[in-house]
Each structure stands twice: as C-alpha cells, then as structure tokens.
C-alpha cells in the first residue's frame, strides 16, 4: 500500500501563487509517475500534470502558469501554481502510478482563488 498526503491548499487572490506538496510513504517502486489532478464543484476530476523518473507533462490549462516537480529522495511530488485565476479552484489530488501496479490517491487539498 502506498499512502499519499497533501498540503499547501488555502485561499488566494486571483493572480497569487500558491505551492502544494504531496508526500508519499509505503510500497513505492522505483519506476513510478506521480501526478496531480483537480475537481472543481460539479465538474468531473480533470488531469492536471504528471511526472515521471525523465518527464513532466501539462494539461493545456496548466503550460505555463503550473510547474510539477518532484524530490526522489523524500518521495515528494509539489505543484508551483502561478498567475492562479478563479477558475483553478478545486480540491487537487495528488496520486502515486507504481509501474507496473497500482494506483494511489491522495485525500485532496481545497484550493480557492477569490477576491
């Protein structure tokens, strides 16, 4: 089993910066992506970034404002969102892909962009 904890969520005016962390501890393979995605009030959860040992990839919604990034050493996935607009708020998700096995999931983080 493989535990995900997320922190760094809060309130934010729009245009702010806000940096969450994701921890992972437990069963984690060497090969694994990890990534975070987002669900907004009545909307489905939508894909948001993911990075592996050698790549980060972007939902179009987020190039060039989020940035993922990871730490190996304390099994730790961040997102740096900048330039945050309303329409980022969400509960994020973080979750952990062993390659090959499971997938994990976080409890979520609530992210609110409001003036």
């Known amino acids: 089993q493989v535990q995900l904890v997320e922190s760094g969520g809060g309130l934010v005016q729009p245009g702010g910066s806000l940096r969450l962390s994701c921890a992972a501890s437990?069963?984690?393979?060497?090969?694994?992506?990890m990534g975070w995605y987002r669900q907004a009030p009545g909307k489905q959860r939508e894909w948001v970034a993911t990075i592996t040992i050698s790549s980060s990839l972007y939902a179009d919604s987020a190039k060039g404002r989020f940035t993922i990034s990871r730490d190996n050493a304390k099994n730790t996935v961040y997102l740096q969102m900048n330039s945050l607009k309303p329409e980022d708020t969400a509960v994020y998700y973080c979750n952990l892909a062993n390659i090959p096995g499971n997938t994990y999931w976080g409890q979520g983080t609530q992210v609110t962009v409001s003036s």
């Open positions: 437990g069963r984690i393979f060497s090969n694994n992506h």
